[in-house]
């Protein structure tokens, strides 16, 4: 009996660690650019600023995380700040989210707090942006690269938008 706990243990300990492991996603190039237009909904007009940013923030790694000088971190795909933004370990900042849930490989919530950071700060508001991202001449021609004009947001038969 004491062997047979003597191995339980180990295993149920093992099975605990591993269903509590996050998902989390290197994207391509392309791959983002699509999922971003067709499942977001994002403008064409501003999707190679957005591409290239997360291109400088996050490498297209929704696991990153950055540790600041002020010992604030930066999350996910969008290197999301928990000085403003979000809080560790509980929901709060100004999106009202939890920062760890920006580094798993649901970009929904992401993508909802990028969104309402541009919209208040611009995409200054990023540091990869300001530097490498500026100037038009330096955004990727997602028109060609991806293919860009043949995508759409994605649409159910029924005609909801899906997203």
Same mark, same amino acid.
């Given at each position: 009996?004491?062997?047979?706990?003597?191995? $339980?243990? %180990?295993?149920?300990?093992?099975?605990?660690? /591993? *269903?509590?492991?996050?998902?989390?996603?290197?994207?391509?190039?392309? &791959?983002?650019?699509?999922?971003?237009? &067709?499942?977001?909904?994002?403008?064409?007009?501003?999707? *190679?600023?957005?591409?290239?940013?997360? /291109?400088?923030?996050?490498?297209?790694?929704?696991?990153?995380?950055?540790?600041?000088?002020?010992?604030?971190?930066?999350?996910?795909?969008?290197?999301? *700040?928990?000085?403003?933004?979000?809080?560790?370990?509980?929901?709060?900042?100004?999106?009202?989210?939890?920062? /760890?849930?920006?580094?798993?490989?649901?970009?929904?919530?992401? $993508?909802?707090?990028?969104?309402? $950071?541009? &919209?208040? &700060?611009?995409?200054?508001?990023?540091?990869?942006? /300001?530097?490498?991202?500026?100037?038009?001449?330096?955004?990727?021609?997602?028109?060609?690269?991806?293919?860009?004009?043949?995508?759409? %947001?994605?649409?159910?038969?029924?005609?909801?938008?899906?997203?």
């Amino acid at each position: 009996m004491k062997t047979v706990c003597m191995w $339980i243990i %180990p295993v149920l300990i093992l099975l605990l660690l /591993e *269903s509590k492991q996050v998902e989390s996603k290197k994207y391509q190039r392309c &791959e983002l650019t699509r999922v971003l237009v &067709e499942n977001y909904h994002f403008d064409k007009t501003f999707i *190679s600023n957005w591409i290239c940013l997360v /291109e400088h923030e996050s490498y297209l790694d929704t696991s990153k995380i950055t540790v600041n000088q002020n010992d604030s971190k930066n999350y996910g795909l969008f290197q999301i *700040s928990s000085k403003n933004y979000c809080s560790e370990g509980r929901k709060g900042g100004q999106c009202n989210m939890k920062c /760890e849930d920006f580094s798993n490989d649901d970009i929904g919530d992401d $993508i909802a707090c990028a969104r309402m $950071i541009q &919209e208040r &700060e611009g995409f200054k508001y990023w540091k990869g942006w /300001e530097r490498y991202c500026r100037n038009p001449q330096n955004l990727p021609n997602l028109r060609v690269a991806c293919n860009l004009r043949s995508l759409s %947001p994605l649409r159910t038969p029924r005609g909801f938008l899906l997203g």
